[in-house]
């Protein structure tokens, strides 16, 4: 089983999520962002149904950068309590699974992103 995560995170709009995307990507705690479209959420929120349009991230990265991606989420992020859950990739392209495990290391020093 490989190693990868699917986190995702649902943000109150287009710019939050691009915002969070571009620092979790610089921090390289993701290899890659996905932002869907404008989707609905209902969910149980102080006693009442909410009813929300938010924009849904979807990160690739790696299980053991979890802890430090949700951190760095909960900092970035407006809401009280974000949505910050991950799913095992159980299966995938071995190449593409490579890259996550790559672009997801810490960059050492003096190196170049294209090296």
């Not at 993701?30 to 979807?58: D, K, T």
Request: aromatic fraction near 6%; hydrophobic fraction near 45%; proline fraction near 3%.
């Amino acid at each position: 089983m490989s190693e990868a995560i699917i986190v995702m995170v649902t943000c109150g709009n287009s710019a939050e999520a691009e915002a969070i995307a571009n620092e979790l990507l610089a921090e390289r705690l993701v290899a890659c962002v996905n932002i869907a479209g404008r989707i609905r959420s209902l969910f149980h929120w102080q006693g009442a149904v909410a009813r929300e349009s938010e924009s849904l991230l979807l990160m690739k990265t790696r299980r053991d950068r979890f802890e430090q991606l949700s951190k760095r989420v909960k900092e970035l992020h407006s809401y009280e309590v974000p949505e910050i859950i991950a799913m095992p990739v159980i299966v995938g392209n071995p190449d593409y699974l490579d890259w996550i495990e790559g672009s997801t290391a810490p960059q050492q020093q003096g190196e170049s992103e294209l090296t």
